[in-house]
């Protein structure tokens, strides 16, 4: 038995201890992405909590760990171009600063 449920009843993730419970019962255990059923599994959001992703079972998927850190590091990469596409975003002169008064 895994000691990773033993944790003061947290477990790093994010999902409730009923979700992981029902994605134990429930979910394939196999790699969402390369189908991998030989290896350690994690409980992975298909949509990241960051992005609006919930902590249900409907948004989780069970992830080897290679493919589980592919995908932290994807998403990682892409939040940084987000905000650097945010910062160089050409900025619109305001309709007001062409307003002369009188
Ligand atoms: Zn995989």
């Known amino acids: 038995m895994s000691s ?3 944790n003061n009843g947290r477990y790093h ?8 419970k029902r994605a134990e019962q429930e979910l394939p255990k196999v ?12 409980l992975d959001h298909i949509r990241n909590t960051a992005r609006g992703g919930n902590n249900t079972i409907d948004n989780a998927q069970w992830l080897c760990d290679t493919c589980h850190d592919h ?3 994807a998403e990682a990469a892409e939040g ?6 945010k910062r160089t975003l050409p900025k619109r002169p305001h309709p007001l600063d062409r307003m002369m008064p009188g």
């Open 4 to 6: 990773n449920w033993n």
């Open 13 to 20: 993730g994010g999902f409730p201890a009923a979700v992981k």
């Open 31 to 42: 790699c969402a992405h390369c189908g991998a059923t030989n290896c350690p599994l994690r």
């Open 71 to 73: 995908k932290t590091r």
């Open 80 to 85: 940084q171009a987000i905000r650097t596409a």
